[in-house]
């Protein structure tokens, strides 16, 4: 699953090309999505059975701590 939080068109590009060709999940959040947001949705995601992996695209918006968003995959990665 690739995770997206934009209100712009800019990473639908090569992006969609990938998820065609590998049937990768597509989430994309607008850019107001709150931290505690992101949050929830990275656990529903490590929790889903569905989902072998997580890719966010950098940079997020400036209000979400992407350390934060990485150290939730890094989590996910040393349970599995």
């Given at each position: 699953v690739t995770v997206f939080i934009s209100d712009s068109a800019d990473y639908d590009g090569g992006e969609l090309v990938m998820h065609?060709?590998?049937?990768?999940?597509?989430i994309k959040l607008p850019a107001g999505t709150t931290?505690?947001?992101m949050d929830a949705l990275l656990d529903r995601l490590a929790a889903d059975d569905r989902?072998?992996?997580m890719l966010v695209q950098l940079p997020v918006?400036?209000?979400?701590?992407?350390k934060a968003v990485i150290d939730a995959m890094r989590a996910e990665i040393a349970q599995a």
């Open positions: 065609d060709v590998y049937g990768a999940g597509r931290q505690a947001e989902v072998d992996g918006p400036k209000h979400i701590d992407s």
